[in-house]
């Protein structure tokens, strides 16, 4: 079983998101024998926006690391993905990777019935974390709302949320909404036991 496990928060050894995908990782690792984890961090290892030199594949350089990406995705059963709230959406470098992995022909086609993800079978994981109180359907939610539509496009319906929000409010707060998301890791890792 293959899982792949990725990083956008831009904030390093305080990023929320990281800890709670490093969480999330070690307990799949925990209950699953055998495991293997292919790890990418954008915000280390960013992928270039998608500009049209990039969509001609212009530099073959690039085109190999977007192909890359996508095979990872594709081989996943299982992808861990830390989403930081930024400006209500995602960091620009996880909306980068989306760009190379939402690929027409690869996993999601147009038909005359419409849209058809070709990806399904897989399970989303994502860790969000958020500076300020949205909750569930918010108005103001670009993120969590944008990356369950993303992967049910591409035909993935079992995507997961393991959320700790408010963290700009104060220590308190920050430190109860971080105990509670690891507290929630268990649900989705009992199904894989
Ligand atoms: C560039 C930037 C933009 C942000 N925009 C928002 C926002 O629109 N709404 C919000 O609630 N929090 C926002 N925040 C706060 C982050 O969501 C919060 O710090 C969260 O913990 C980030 O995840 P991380 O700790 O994994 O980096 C923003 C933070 C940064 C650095």
Same mark, same amino acid.
């Given at each position: 079983? *293959?899982?792949?496990?990725?990083?956008?928060?831009?904030?390093?050894?305080?990023? $929320?998101?990281?800890?709670?995908?490093?969480?999330? $990782?070690?307990?799949?690792?925990?209950?699953?024998? =055998?495991? #293997?984890?292919?790890?990418?961090?954008?915000?280390?290892?960013?992928?270039?926006?998608?500009?049209?030199?990039?969509?001609?594949?212009?530099?073959?350089?690039?085109?190999?690391?977007?192909?890359?990406?996508?095979? +990872?995705?594709?081989?996943?059963?299982? $992808?861990? !993905?830390?989403?930081?709230?930024?400006? /209500?959406? !995602?960091?620009?470098?996880? *909306?980068?990777?989306?760009?190379?992995?939402? &690929?027409?022909?690869?996993? /999601?086609?147009?038909? #005359?019935?419409? @849209?058809? =993800?070709?990806?399904?079978? *897989? *399970?989303? !994981? $994502?860790?969000?974390?958020?500076?300020?109180?949205?909750?569930?359907?918010?108005?103001?939610? /670009?993120?969590?709302?944008?990356?369950?539509? &993303?992967?049910?496009?591409?035909?993935?319906?079992? !995507? =997961? /949320?393991?959320?700790? #929000?408010?963290?700009?409010?104060?220590?308190?707060?920050?430190? #109860?909404?971080?105990? =509670?998301?690891?507290?929630?890791?268990?649900? @989705?890792?009992? +199904?894989?036991?």
């Amino acid at each position: 079983m *293959k899982l792949l496990h990725v990083d956008s928060s831009a904030l390093g050894a305080n990023s $929320v998101s990281r800890q709670l995908t490093a969480a999330i $990782v070690a307990r799949w690792q925990d209950n699953v024998a =055998g495991l #293997e984890v292919i790890y990418r961090d954008l915000d280390n290892n960013p992928l270039p926006h998608l500009t049209g030199a990039v969509l001609a594949k212009a530099d073959p350089a690039v085109a190999a690391a977007g192909e890359q990406a996508l095979q +990872e995705f594709l081989d996943a059963d299982v $992808v861990v !993905v830390g989403a930081p709230m930024y400006n /209500f959406s !995602v960091p620009s470098t996880l *909306k980068a990777w989306i760009d190379r992995i939402a &690929v027409a022909g690869r996993t /999601f086609r147009y038909t #005359e019935q419409g @849209p058809q =993800g070709l990806a399904g079978g *897989k *399970k989303i !994981v $994502v860790a969000s974390a958020r500076g300020s109180l949205h909750g569930d359907d918010a108005p103001t939610d /670009f993120q969590e709302a944008y990356l369950r539509q &993303v992967f049910g496009f591409l035909g993935i319906d079992d !995507v =997961g /949320f393991v959320r700790a #929000e408010g963290i700009g409010l104060g220590p308190q707060q920050r430190a #109860e909404a971080i105990s =509670g998301a690891l507290a929630a890791i268990a649900a @989705p890792l009992r +199904e894989a036991a």
